[in-house]
């Protein structure tokens, strides 16, 4: 098994391949993997194998995509806690290390991909990227209700919606032009950046090119693109 529990990125530099890359928006938070632990128990984690347990409350949704899909799954997204509208890394470190146990549940899970738990204790999952998302978004897609207005997450006294999860929308980048396009988009708006992912590569639980983080940062990486 491998010694990483998730998939890791790589930064762009500045390259797009013939046909074009899928796209997504990095969302700024914490890595959280939805899957049952050698106990059975479901649970979200970090990357680091650490509990998250300041997200427990999105814990029926994916329990229910996970009984839509008639086995045991992995889903592998984004924990963001949106203080005053800011999305930030820091507003959701500070709520998973302690506001959690102060108020009622907060946080989306911005999902973005999915997998048999048997695949992915294996190593990974060889179904290609675009069919593994849309995979992910028929799951959610049945197990979505209707916001009665009345339906609050479990503990909640009703400050936060029972839509707490999410599946990333895709974009398509046929060129580098597009990639900065979009990015210039995010980030005019105060997003972090986009993930480009090449939508034929397998799952692998290490770091590799597959997934490729375009990000203000690694601008100078780039630079040929502009």
Known sequence: MSAHLAQLATDWRGEVPAGGLSGELKHDGWRALYFRG??????I?????????????????????????????MFDGEFVVDDAGAGTLAATKAWCESGWRKGDPAGTLHLFDAMPLADWRAGGCDMPQYQRKARLAELF?????????????????????????YVVPDIWCCDAADVLDEAR????????????????????????????????????KWRMAA
């Open 185 to 220: 988009r995010v980030w005019a708006a105060g997003g972090e950046g986009i993930m480009l992912k090449d939508p034929m590569a397998p799952y692998r639980r290490d770091r590799n090119g597959a997934w490729l983080k375009v990000k203000a940062a690694n601008a100078g």
């Open 45 to 73: 984690w970090t990357r680091n194998g650490m509990p998250l347990d300041a997200a427990a409350h999105l814990l029926p949704r994916l329990a229910l995509m996970e009984e839509a899909a008639g086995q045991p799954m």
């Open 141 to 165: 897609a049945a197990t979505e209700e209707e916001d009665d207005g009345w339906t609050w997450p479990e503990g909640s006294r009703g400050a936060v919606s029972p839509t707490a999860v």
């Open 38 to 43: 050698i106990d059975g128990v479901r649970r």
